[in-house]
């Protein structure tokens, strides 16, 4: 049972990366789906989360109209599309998988880089 974060890279202000969240061993249309970040010397911060029952999402102020997560079942997978990235983005980016009455989540990925900078 696994999560696997992808898609970070080194991208200019305003550009645009797509994370990916890939479950193994589980399926994720049975899991609440929440990514967060952690910014060096930060604590860690709610990005995004999208409710497995309706699909219904929500975002962070910080992101809100620039990020877009999404599912894909047919792949097992959630996507973190990130658009007009600005260098306050820049942390390592985490997936969670949760049940939807739950407030603990029980898998998290282990991470990937997202570093925007000029």
């Known amino acids: 049972v696994q999560l696997q974060a992808s898609g970070g890279g080194l991208v200019q202000p305003g550009g645009s990366l797509r994370l990916s969240c890939a479950a193994s061993g589980f399926t994720l249309d049975y899991y609440a789906i929440g990514w967060f970040r952690q910014a060096p010397g930060k604590e860690r911060e709610w990005v995004s989360f999208i409710r497995r029952s309706d699909g219904i999402t929500y975002y962070a102020d910080s992101v809100k109209g620039r990020f877009t997560i999404s599912r894909d079942s047919a792949k097992n997978t959630v996507y973190l599309q990130m658009d007009n990235l600005k260098v306050e983005d820049t942390a390592i980016y985490y997936c969670?998988?949760?049940?939807?009455?739950?407030?603990?989540?029980?898998?998290w990925g282990q991470g990937t880089q997202v570093t925007v900078s000029s």
């Open positions: 969670a998988a949760r049940f939807e009455l739950q407030t603990e989540y029980n898998y």
